[in-house]
């Protein structure tokens, strides 16, 4: 069962099954950021997380490209309007980059095609992310005078230190081949088969018990910086050690059945 509905934005929402579907849809734009189209994934992604029935998300985009980032057209016009115009993490709303490394249901970025500048900040802070062969990915931001302030701070703890000084100080591109190679990209496929292969992940995901799911991404994300012994005594996210899921899953393991869960 399907559900699909089409924001203002440029952002189509559908949710098919367990797993939530936000396409980015400005392909004549490259499905760059504009101002409303940052507030309604930020939106969704919230929404996501409160749902009962929203177990995974993928987030992709319509047209040739995933995304070319910050809407410039939209910020050059603001300039001439004689606008301030704030750094990300001085704005009265949150980043949407920050909402979706902190959502609690697990996100999947399909790369279609392109993911620079914002693009590839976006890509960045999903969890798992599935790419097109040979498409471009990188932070030209120094190259416009722009910042990458979440590239600058996320990117050295993806990948080796070099790589991504080089990637952040030239602006230059790398491929979804290279990014693969060092661990940043988990599959790489035929264009055809990006969201299909993302689809298939995000099911798997949402096939597991939900409040074990949870758990797992708060805790890893919220322990990376930490020191062990802090990291295993973080208590974060909903406790599966004391629900109803799991002492399903132990019965339908035992009894050779798949498990209903219930999420509590």
């Known amino acids: 069962m399907s559900d699909l509905q089409r924001r203002k934005s440029g952002l189509i929402v559908e949710t098919r099954g367990f797993v939530r579907l936000l396409t980015l849809d400005r392909p004549e734009r490259r499905n760059a950021l504009s101002d409303a189209l940052q507030a309604d994934l930020v939106e969704e992604l919230l929404g996501a997380a409160e749902a009962g029935d929203v177990r995974a998300v993928v987030l992709t985009g319509n047209g040739p490209a995933f995304c070319a980032g910050f809407d410039l057209k939209e910020i050059r016009e603001g300039d001439r309007r004689g606008e301030r115009f704030r750094p990300p993490m001085n704005r009265p709303t949150r980043s949407l980059f920050e909402v979706v490394t902190e959502t609690p249901v697990p996100v999947i970025a399909a790369l279609n095609g392109a993911a620079v500048a914002g693009g590839f900040e976006l890509a960045l802070a999903c969890d798992l992310r599935v790419a097109a062969t040979g498409i471009p990915m990188g932070l030209p931001e120094a190259r416009i005078g722009m910042g990458a302030n979440f590239g600058s701070v996320v990117l050295p703890k993806r990948v080796p230190m ?52 949870r758990r797992m991404k708060e805790t890893a994300v919220k322990a990376l910086e930490l020191p062990l012994w802090q990291a295993l005594r973080l208590d974060v996210g909903p406790n599966p050690y004391l629900s109803e899921d799991r002492r399903e899953g132990i019965a339908a393991y035992l009894d050779k059945r798949p498990p209903e869960w219930t999420g509590r």
């Open 162 to 213: 070099g790589v991504a000084m080089e990637m952040l100080l030239t602006g230059e591109y790398v491929t979804s081949e290279d990014a693969a190679r060092w661990g940043l990209v988990n599959r790489v496929v035929e264009p055809d088969d990006v969201l299909p292969t993302a689809m298939r992940l995000a099911e798997r995901i949402a096939a597991n018990a939900p409040l074990s799911v």
